[in-house]
């Protein structure tokens, strides 16, 4: 039997409809600028109440560490050098086999692509995986994130994966706690994403960086913790961190960049405690970045790097292996993400950090 999570143990979406969208203007500049990922698919309440159905985070993180994951490894390309299945300049759909078992039911799964238009099939470019959150989809991140017009700026694919179908409610999710959720392995999905995107498109597969919205960036969390041999580096959003089976044990020290509001009340700040939630308890943002810091090997922090109206910087230093831990507190700010931080746009901030941390 498929293990499932609370269905009111998710985050809703119904306030903010998939097809809702930011209206960009004519000027690439400006659309890169208008980034807003709660738009994309973000979250309008939550309620973490348990259920008879499901298997808790709390129950099955207790678990033994994982073996090495035999997915977690550097894949090489070989896509270099054929003609682009999506034209140049143009967003396109690509579809993969999928295990109904761990999917659902589903046979097949799929994923939108931007290809810049610079795009040659001898040069080797980075990828920048977006995750829509809840009730959200691809198209929707796409249109209100703006990756893909910075991909046309900056040179590099961008990525919209598609969720399955929340089991109970009907919408789109990550089944980012594992396949505590109905069984689902999006760990296998991105997998296989990453395989077929290497294979059609001349990808550098030490430049392949994620980040998501809310579930979204709750499934990029999981993949710090699965994938950081295969993932570059790491910048949720807004994130719903559960624990996971097993707890978290990246194979490598990761490079995370995360963003999130002091006054979330989708994803509270400072947490839910077991206490209030024995199944799904949340750690504070404060308590999961510290873990961070202590799996990168991180000698000190965190210390105040920027200071302004809205925004707290925060960053560890001495990492290991040219990893980093980095937060932008936002003060004050709910269930978004602003499009630009002290003057700089936020898809800017995420691609410098991305740029600075390539896999080894």
């Known amino acids: 039997m498929a293990l499932r999570r609370a269905a009111t143990s998710r985050l809703s979406n119904s306030s903010k409809p998939a097809s809702a969208s930011v209206s960009f203007s004519g000027r690439a500049l400006c659309l890169a600028l208008l980034l807003c990922f709660a738009l ?11 259920s008879a159905t499901h298997t808790s985070a709390t129950s099955t993180a207790t678990l033994a560490p994982p073996a090495p994951d035999p997915r977690d490894h550097l ?3 070989t896509g270099c050098g054929k003609p682009a299945p999506v034209s140049p300049g143009t967003t396109g759909q690509r579809t993969i086999a999928a295990d109904p078992a761990i999917s659902e039911g589903a046979t097949t799964r799929s994923y939108l692509v931007h290809v810049p238009e610079s795009y040659q099939p001898a040069k080797a470019l980075p990828v920048v995986l977006a995750f829509h959150g809840h009730g959200g989809d691809a198209a929707g991140m796409e249109r209100g994130s703006g990756f893909s017009v910075l991909a046309e700026q900056q040179g590099f694919l961008a990525v919209y994966p598609q969720g399955l179908m929340d089991g ?16 689902v392995d999006d760990i296998a999905y991105v997998t296989n994403l990453l395989n077929d995107l290497q294979s059609a498109f001349c990808v550098d597969a030490h430049r392949i960086y994620v980040t998501g919205f809310s579930n979204g960036g709750g499934m990029v969390g999981y993949l710090a913790c699965r994938l950081a041999s295969r993932i570059a580096a790491f910048a949720p959003a807004s994130g719903n961190f559960y624990d996971i089976p097993g707890h978290c044990h990246p194979s490598r020290p990761a ?27 949340l750690p504070s943002i404060p308590a999961w970045l510290a873990a961070w810091a202590a799996r990168d090997g991180c000698a000190s922090g965190p210390t105040v790097f920027l200071r302004a109206a809205g925004v707290t910087g925060e960053q560890w230093s001495g990492c290991q292996g040219n990893s980093a831990v980095v937060h932008y507190r936002l003060d004050g700010v709910g269930h978004s993400l602003p499009p630009i931080i002290n003057g700089t746009a936020t898809p800017l901030i995420m691609w410098s950090f991305f740029q600075a941390h390539p896999l080894p």
């Open 40 to 50: 994309a698919g973000c979250a309008a309440s939550v309620d973490h109440a348990a």
């Open 75 to 77: 894949v090489a390309t």
């Open 168 to 183: 109970t409610s009907g919408q789109p999710f990550w089944a980012s706690a594992g396949p505590v959720d109905y069984g």
């Open 255 to 281: 490079p995370i960049l995360d963003f999130h509001g002091t006054a979330d009340q989708v994803v509270a700040y400072a947490g839910i405690p077991a206490s209030q939630s024995p199944d799904w308890p």
